[in-house]
C-alpha cells in the first residue's frame, strides 16, 4: 500500500513536470512563429532558447536563470548607511531631515534623558551598597528610549528586553515605581516577584520584562496580529539587543511579523556587546539590518546617540506598520557605556579608551544638550540647577521606596494560576505554620503581615 502511494506520488510529479513543459513550449511556439511544423520548432527553440526570455516558475523565488556560476558573499555591497540628522556637535546636517519639535518637546526629551541617567547613578550605587540585589543601567542607550518613545502613540503595545527604562519614563512611570519594583516592596505592581530592573506597567502599555532573551518577540508579533484584527490603528514596537537577535525566538518572530502582516516596528539597540562577546563573535553579517530585507521587511540602520534621526526613523515606521500593516526592522547604533549589569566588570573585556571615547566624544545627552544650546534653549546655568533638581527627585523616591515594607510572604503563592488549586493552598499553610514556629529565623519586620 505504502509503495503504491509512493508510485502514484511520483506518477503525479511526473504528469505535473510535463504539463509545465508543455505550458512553456506553447509559450516559446509563439516566438517560434506560426509557419514552421512543431518538431522544427523544438528543433529551432532548443537551438536558439535564450536563457533572458525563459522565466523561473518555481513558487518559492522571484527572479530571474543565470548563466553564470557566481555565488553571493557578504562583501559584495558596503554595509548599510547609518541614517544621521544632528552631527556630533548637535547641528542639523540637512535641514529638511529637521523633525522641528518644539521647544517643549525637545525640553522633554533632554529632561527624561538626563533623570533617567541620573537615577541610574543612584540604584546603580545603591546596589554597590546591597542596598538592592541587582541593577542595570541603561547609559549611553538614552536617545533609542527618549527618541523612540517620543515617536509612538501611547496606545501601542511596548515588548522590552530589560534595557528600556526610559521608555517607560518617558511614557510617565514615576521615579516612585521604578524604586518600587527595585525593591520589590509592597507598592511594587509586580508584587516583589522578579529581579530589579524587569518592569512592566498595564496602564502604560509596557508588558512586564522577563530574563529569558528573544521570548518577547514572537509574542510581540502575536500582539502585534492581535492588534491588527482589532482595527485599532495601533502598533507594537519591540525592543531586543543585539545578542538577543541571535536567538532563535528572532528567527520566528521576523518571518511570522513578515508572513502575518503585522504592524510591528522591531527595534534592535545594537550597542556592540552581548555582556562580554563582542558583535565580530556575535555575526558576520552587516549587523541585524541586513537580516531585514531577507525577511521581507523595511529595513532603516540609525544612529542610537541621534535622538532626532531615532525619532525620525519610528514615526516613518509607525506609519508603515499601522497603515501598511507591515512590519519593519530598525537597527540603532549605539554603545554600552556602562557594565553589562552588576554582575559584571566590563574592564575584563574591553579597554578603558573604548568606553571613554563614547562616555565623553559621542554621547547622546551630550549632542542633544550641544542642539539645545545652539537654539539659546539651555545653558550651564540651567543644567546646574536642574541636575541638582533631577537629583533630589530621584534621592526622595529611593528613600520613600527603602522605607516601604514587603508583600505578606504567602504572596508568593499568588498568581501561579488564577485560582490558587488545593496543592498550592496546601504549600501555602505548611509555610506558614513553619514560620508562625521558628519567627527569629525569618526577617519577618521587613514584610507586611499576612492579610487572610
Ligand atoms: C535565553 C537566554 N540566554 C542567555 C541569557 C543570559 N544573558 C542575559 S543578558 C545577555 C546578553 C544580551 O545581550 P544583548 O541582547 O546584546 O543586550 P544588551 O545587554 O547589550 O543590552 C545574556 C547572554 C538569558 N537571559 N536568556
Known amino acids: 500500500m505504502a509503495a503504491m502511494r509512493c508510485m ?3 506518477r503525479g510529479l511526473l504528469q505535473h513536470a510535463f504539463y509545465r ?17 512543431p518538431r522544427q520548432d523544438r528543433q529551432m527553440s532548443s537551438q536558439t532558447l535564450d536563457l533572458e526570455e525563459d522565466k523561473p516558475q518555481f513558487p518559492g523565488s522571484r527572479s530571474e536563470f543565470t548563466k553564470k556560476l557566481e555565488f553571493i558573499t557578504p562583501d559584495v555591497y558596503n554595509g548599510i548607511p547609518v541614517y544621521r540628522v544632528l552631527d556630533r556637535q548637535g547641528k542639523i546636517i540637512e535641514a529638511d531631515q529637521d523633525p522641528k519639535l518644539s521647544k517643549e518637546a525637545v525640553y522633554d526629551m533632554y529632561h527624561k534623558m538626563t533623570l533617567l541617567n541620573t537615577m541610574d ?11 538592592i540585589s541587582f541593577y ?10 527618549m527618541g523612540s518613545a517620543a515617536a509612538l502613540n501611547p496606545g501601542d503595545v511596548v515588548f522590552g528586553q530589560y534595557r528600556e527604562a526610559g521608555v517607560l519614563m518617558y511614557r510617565g512611570f514615576t521615579l516612585d515605581q521604578f524604586m518600587n519594583q527595585c525593591y520589590g516592596n509592597n507598592e511594587d505592581v509586580g508584587r516583589g516577584r522578579q529581579m530589579p530592573v524587569h518592569y512592566g506597567s498595564k496602564e502604560l502599555n509596557f508588558v512586564t520584562i522577563s530574563s529569558p532573551l528573544g521570548t518577547q518577540m514572537p509574542q510581540a508579533s502575536g500582539a502585534a496580529y492581535a492588534l491588527k484584527r482589532s482595527g485599532k490603528r495601533l502598533c507594537v514596537i519591540c525592543y531586543f539587543g543585539d545578542g538577543a537577535a541571535s536567538e532563535g525566538d528572532a528567527h520566528a518572530a521576523f518571518n511570522f511579523a513578515a ?12 550597542n556592540g556587546y552581548a555582556i562580554s562577546t563582542p558583535t565580530s563573535e556575535q555575526y558576520r553579517g552587516d549587523g541585524i539590518a541586513a537580516r531585514g530585507p531577507s525577511y521581507g521587511m523595511a529595513t532603516l540602520r540609525v544612529d542610537g546617540n541621534d535622538a532626532f534621526a531615532v525619532y525620525n526613523a519610528v514615526k516613518a515606521a509607525r506609519e508603515l506598520a499601522v497603515n501598511e500593516n507591515r512590519p519593519v526592522l530598525i537597527e540603532a547604533m549605539t554603545y554600552r557605556i556602562g557594565h553589562h549589569s552588576t554582575s559584571d566588570d566590563s574592564t575584563a573585556y574591553r579597554s578603558v579608551d573604548e568606553v571613554n571615547y563614547w562616555d565623553k566624544q ?16 539651555w545653558d550651564m546655568e540651567k543644567e546646574k540647577a536642574w541636575m541638582k533638581q533631577a537629583r533630589n527627585e530621584v534621592m526622595q523616591a529611593f528613600q520613600r521606596a527603602e522605607k516601604k515594607k514587603k508583600p505578606p510572604p504567602s504572596e508568593l503563592f499568588c498568581d501561579t494560576y488564577k485560582e490558587m488549586p488545593p496543592h498550592l493552598q496546601q504549600q501555602r499553610e505548611q509555610m506558614r ?5 521558628y519567627p527569629d529565623n525569618y526577617p519577618l519586620d521587613n514584610f507586611e503581615k499576612d492579610r487572610d
Request: hydrophobic content about 30%; charged content about 20%.
Open 259 to 270: 508572513t502575518l502582516e503585522c504592524p510591528i516596528i522591531f527595534f534592535c539597540r545594537n
Open 8 to 10: 502514484l506520488g511520483v
Open 121 to 131: 547613578r543612584i540604584l546603580y550605587e545603591s546596589q554597590r551598597q546591597g542596598r
Open 21 to 37: 513543459n508543455s505550458a512553456s513550449f506553447a509559450v516559446r511556439n509563439v516566438h517560434a512563429g506560426p509557419d514552421k511544423t
Open 362 to 377: 559621542d554621547h547622546p545627552i551630550g549632542r542633544l544638550r550641544h542642539y539645545m544650546v545652539s537654539q539659546g534653549w
Open 136 to 145: 542595570m543601567t541603561n547609559y549611553g542607550e538614552e536617545a533609542t528610549h
Open 433 to 437: 505554620k513553619h514560620v508562625a514556629q
